[in-house]
């Protein structure tokens, strides 16, 4: 006979299978991505840029409070009296790189969060520790709710969420658009107010695009003609102007549609009210009773026969 045990679980997996099919929600499927150009975001020209890094000192002294960000030690620096960060971290949200082609060829670009209009890292989390604000576009973290599963980290087509490997109850870091901090005291983002060569606008997603098209129309020559984030991945809030192609300043070439939105099809259709992984979990269940029916019949057959030869043996 099979083991009490066992057979509690099966009929347990049984019952939540049935369970699950019998409360099952009709969740319709998620309407198709809009673009909001009224939401909140920033624009970078690298052609302005001249790698003075204010925007990422003044990004770790506003948000300080807000994320955990202390200052990274540079090799070169024994005497720890630069921060000199070679990536975004878990203590950097703002990052300037430089890109070198050849003596005459070279850019800087600016690594923050692109605050997506439908960003991956909201679609999978699993805990709704990443939002996007409908209103302002801006996609936020909370560390209270975050369970440090990192999916966001995989999900960002950008690299962006970092993750605190080396703190004791670590979180996630990414730009919120100093959305607790300089927005809500002055009404801009700390990086866009520090720069002092204008590289860096802040404002409504459809300003920053009139400007930006205005600055392709005005210098074609200086300019690739592409607005990085337009459209790339479903639009981005934070958009970009360049004299070199993106993909050389490590930016990726990325399709138009949003990866989430395919992504959320699925679950809106296989995965709609769990249909999907309860048809699994049920036909595991009835492979199990099978086999778990064949093995008790089996059993049975062979206590019998063992019985007849004992008592052949009498």
Request: proline letters at 4%.
């Amino acid at each position: 006979m099979a083991h009490p045990s066992r057979r509690r679980f099966l009929k347990v997996l049984g019952a939540t299978g049935a369970a699950l099919l019998a409360g099952r929600t009709d969740a319709s499927a998620s309407a198709t991505h809009q673009v909001n150009n009224d939401t909140i975001g920033m624009l970078y020209d690298a052609t302005k840029c001249v790698g003075c890094k204010a925007c990422m000192s003044a990004c770790k002294r506003v948000n300080s409070d807000y994320g955990s960000l202390s200052y990274e030690q540079a090799t070169f620096d024994p005497d720890a009296l630069w921060d000199a960060p070679q990536d975004l971290t878990g203590s950097t949200r703002t990052l300037i790189k430089l890109f070198k082609e050849s003596e005459k060829e070279w850019s800087y670009v600016k690594y923050s969060c692109m605050h997506c209009q439908k960003p991956s890292c909201v679609s999978v989390c699993p805990v709704s520790a990443m939002t996007r604000d409908a209103v302002t576009g801006t996609v936020d973290y909370n560390k209270n709710t975050c369970i440090g599963c990192r999916y966001c980290q995989i999900a960002c087509a950008f690299n962006i969420p970092k993750f605190q490997w080396d703190r004791a109850i670590p979180q996630i870091v990414k730009c919120d658009l100093c959305k607790n901090t300089n927005l809500v005291k002055k009404g801009i983002t700390a990086c866009a107010e520090t720069c002092p060569v204008g590289a860096i606008s802040f404002g409504k997603r459809k300003d920053l695009l009139a400007e930006a098209k205005k600055r392709l129309q005005e210098r074609p020559g200086l300019y690739i003609n592409h607005i990085y984030g337009e459209k790339e991945v479903g639009g981005t809030n934070h958009l970009y102007l360049a004299a070199m192609p993106f993909n050389n300043l490590g930016l990726p070439i990325l399709k138009e549609e949003a990866p989430a939105e395919f992504s959320e099809k699925i679950q809106h259709t296989i995965y709609k009210g769990f249909i999907a992984p309860v048809a699994l979990y049920s036909t595991l269940c009835c492979v199990a009773i099978r086999n778990m029916k064949k093995h008790d019949a089996e059993a049975h057959k062979h206590a019998t026969v063992d019985n007849h030869k004992r008592e052949d043996g009498k």
